[in-house]
């Protein structure tokens, strides 16, 4: 039994049984899903089958206009507030990536979480836009329960990168559009934003894909430091020149000695944080908080080993607002010529000793700060701006100190 053909030749020659353009693919991909209710896989991907299946719950008739909601003054005002840190963090991308593109027909959209734009560059000079000129707007929701199928509503669904084109939109209205778009993520690992590329009526010329998952991360990389303002900062890489690049690990160590965060990065290197298990530093890179602070103190990267025995050259960095003072924290004295961990084993150190040595610096963490807040009547806020940490770690200090000795 022969198959069925696709498609047949206008000249009356042999027929043609596979699509050959993106386009025929997606029309086919189109006629299996929505008329003839099969699947068509390897047609399209799997994230936009995903959202034509969502979507065909949510909205119905795919042949309706999509209207979109007016942006009023207060809404704007309200849902820019929300997101200064993040527009503070990108600005000097979003201006970079502006610069790139100007040669061309695309825009750029910063939305927030919620898929609620909070960034668009200019529209292109003698660009012929009709739809981006309605839905490229601040404020505007472009997430998927409002528009459809798109890269940034996927994104907003998903929490992962990904690009749709022409008729892979849901709705036939946006059938003309080409987008890609990338997930920008905070330091507890939540979705905090989705920067997208989007051109209309033309395709891109250009890996807008690749594009702006690289700008993506540079500003999810700005985001984390920004948002990290009294915690270590390491920058490491199995290359020193990759420090300083998109491609550098990033990890945030806060006063406690606990690894609070990974970029994407930093969780290939080392692996990602475990939900409610162990995460101190050592454990996760092989170095105690103390050695840590002493490599804080050289400006180039220095070679050590994680704690998988992996090599990487690392930059530790103490970030705070108004000379945030890191040991007052971590009970670690002032040694001003201490030298960084080599990369090969530590000496072995007698039980006694480093004992004695760890009671020591506990007790006079814990002195200093019962003496500090004794000055201030007992006040933890004000008590944290003398010692110059955050209220947090000074409430996790506490709270250690009460749970190791109850009736004290």
Known sequence: MSLPSRRSSAAGGPRQLFSRTHAERVALARQQFFEEGVRPSGLVGEAVLQSWMRCTRAHGDRDRMIAFDAVT????????????????????????????????????????????????????????????????????????????????????????????????????????????????RDVHGRLAAVLDITAEARPFGFDAATMVALYATTIENRLLLAQSPDGLVLRFQASPALLATPLEALAGVGPDGRVDWLNAAGARLVGRLPEGGPRDVERVFGLELAALLRLGRREAAQPVRLASGLGVWLQVRLQGHDGVDFRHAVGVTRVENASPPAIE??????????????????????????????AHGGNISQAARQLRVSRGTLYRRLRGWQQENPSG
């Open 345 to 374: 084993a530590p000496q072995p150190v007698a039980p006694e000793a480093a004992a004695g040595s760890d009671t020591t610096l506990r007790d006079h963490s814990r002195k200093l700060i019962e003496d500090t807040l004794a």
């Open 73 to 184: 003054p207060s809404r704007l005002h309200a849902t820019l507030n929300r997101n200064r840190e993040l527009l503070d963090a990108a600005r000097a991308e979003l201006q970079s990536m502006e610069s790139s593109l100007a040669g061309t027909d695309s825009r750029v959209l910063l939305t927030d979480a919620q898929g609620v734009i909070v960034h668009v560059t200019h529209h292109p000079a003698g660009a012929q836009q009709p739809i981006l000129r309605k839905t490229a707007r601040l404020g505007v929701n472009i997430a998927e329960s409002v528009v459809g199928t798109t890269a940034p509503g996927i994104v907003t669904c998903t929490g992962q990168a990904c690009a749709v084109h022409g008729a892979e939109h849901y709705f036939d209205y946006l059938r003309e559009m080409q987008c890609a778009a990338a997930p920008i």
